[in-house]
């Protein structure tokens, strides 16, 4: 059975930091292409990053050098470092494989002052 299982959300202050984790399970982790995905107040959900198992990054233009994502396949994990954080951040945070049609529960980002 596949599983996403999001955390590491929380409230921050404009500029400030927090590091997403995502736990796969059900799934060759180290073989899947993961990618981030958000959902903000009012809005669609948007895909974020993502990272190939050989290694590469990709990311949306917003939050290029902002929201590294990085990977631990030995513990199937996928993390999203959130730095500078900014008012068109915050939402629910999702993991995923690529092309899964499983979600999990998402973490939510509050951004304020």
């Known amino acids: 059975q596949v599983q996403f299982v999001e955390s590491g959300g929380g409230l921050v202050q404009p500029g400030g930091s927090l590091r997403l984790s995502c736990a796969g399970s059900?799934?060759?982790?180290?073989?899947?292409?993961m990618v981030w995905l958000r959902q903000g107040p009012g809005k669609a959900r948007e895909w974020v990053a993502t990272s190939a198992p050989g290694g590469a990054t990709f990311y949306t233009d917003s939050v290029k050098g902002r929201l590294p994502i990085s990977r631990d396949n030995a513990k199937n994990k996928l993390y999203l470092q959130m730095n500078i954080l900014e008012i068109d951040d915050p939402g629910v945070y999702y993991c995923?494989?690529?092309?899964?049609?499983?979600w999990g529960q998402g973490t939510q980002v509050t951004v304020s002052s």
């Open positions: 059900g799934f060759s982790f180290n073989e899947a292409i």
């Open positions: 995923q494989e690529a092309g899964s049609t499983t």
